[in-house]
């Protein structure tokens, strides 16, 4: 069902292509659009196991996109280094395919919710847990189920 990287001197091992999903600041979800054209937001994340959980509000388009189609791929890009003499780019990054899932249960989101404050705001997890209280019901959270992930990298060396 998935096409295999045609650069195979390029293709990253699981490993790390696990870790820097784990460890990316921010990724690129791309969805299905309504209207017929792709829709791809920047958005954070956090990952547990197979799956990427994000937070957004309640409704919007992008919940629109979910339930019409809830397959997705999410990009991390991690380090990246222009070459301008080489006319080329050094870079990693991993895309992960899967379907999405929302509505998910309360102890699931709020789960979901201390791994995003785990990953992004360490040090204030007293506030966050007041945050969190306070906005939980205008919270939503969408679980990516991944069912393939490939990563890529190109690295020069001087």
């Known amino acids: 069902m998935f096409r295999e990287i045609r650069r195979k001197d390029r293709v990253w091992d699981d490993g790390r292509a696990?870790?820097?999903?784990?460890?990316?600041?921010?990724?690129?979800?791309?969805?299905?659009?309504?209207?017929?054209y792709g829709y791809g937001i920047p958005i954070s994340y956090a990952l547990s196991g197979k799956s990427v959980y994000f937070h957004c509000a309640p409704e919007g388009y992008k919940l629109e996109c979910v339930r019409a189609n809830n397959r997705a791929c999410f990009c991390v890009v991690g380090h990246t280094r222009i070459i301008p003499e080489g006319f080329t780019t050094e870079y990693r990054s991993v895309m992960a395919f899967g379907t999405v899932a929302c509505s998910l249960p309360e102890s699931e989101r709020l789960s979901a919710l201390d791994l995003l404050v785990d990953k992004y705001s360490a040090d204030f997890k007293d506030i966050a847990a007041k945050y969190i209280a306070g906005s939980f019901h205008r919270t939503e959270i969408l679980r990516l189920d991944i069912e393939h992930l490939s990563g890529k990298h190109k690295e020069l060396h001087k």
Request: hydrophobic share 35%.
């Open 18 to 36: 696990w870790e820097l999903l784990a460890r990316g600041e921010y990724g690129f979800l791309s969805l299905c659009g309504t209207n017929g």
